[in-house]
């Protein structure tokens, strides 16, 4: 059984908007590092939209506000992955164009050609991308640990209680600490 570290959302353009994200982004290196050591296959995602926004549907409660900053374009810098987990050979890079990282996107194939049966999420935001990647990989029948503190949202109260009484009732809630904990006494078995 495969495990896959999922990144969500770790890009400029949401860095940018939150604030003093460095303890976070300090947080998230160090585990991005302890999985790379781990071997744990690593997946970023990112949202971006095509020039012109063709996804953009005046129905969706999020598209049109970004298409009004006219944000997240592809090949603009606030898409790229940050470059404190930057990705190294090997690892993917998988653009979405809605909240849920699996909805219309390859996600599910790439971790099945991993053999995954495992996922771990970290990133942002929780309330969003999160959220809706976590409820719909527990449809999809994967093992799901959730990372509490290398996920972020602007609403720390919302973040507890996603984590506390909605996460935990079907995933694994850890800290980075315990799941590097738990990588290292797993390689040394």
């Known amino acids: 059984m495969a495990t896959v570290l999922l990144i969500l959302d770790v890009q400029n353009g949401v860095i ?37 926004y063709p ?3 005046p129905n ?27 990705p190294v050979s090997g690892e993917v890079v998988l653009t979405k164009r809605r909240v849920s990282a699996f909805f219309s996107t390859e996600l599910d ?25 976590v409820r719909q990989a527990m449809d999809m029948d994967y093992r799901i640990t959730v990372l509490e503190n290398c996920c972020m949202d602007r609403d720390e109260e919302l973040h507890r209680v996603l984590m506390e009484k909605v ?8 800290s980075a600490a315990e799941w590097a904990e738990k990588l290292f006494t797993e390689a040394h078995r």
């Open 16 to 52: 940018d908007r939150l604030h003093s994200p460095e303890p976070y982004l300090e947080r998230l290196a160090s585990t991005v590092t302890s999985a790379r050591k781990a071997n744990v296959k690593i997946i970023h995602v990112i949202t971006a939209f095509r020039p012109g």
């Open 55 to 57: 996804e953009n549907n």
């Open 60 to 86: 969706n409660s999020s598209v049109p506000s970004v298409v009004a900053r006219g944000e997240y374009l592809e090949g603009h810098s606030s898409v790229q992955v940050h470059p404190a987990i930057a």
């Open 109 to 133: 194939m790439l971790l099945r050609c991993a053999n995954a049966e495992s996922i771990v999420v970290a990133g942002l935001i929780t309330s969003g991308a999160v959220l809706s990647t």
């Open 167 to 174: 996460f935990a009732r079907k995933a694994d809630v850890l």
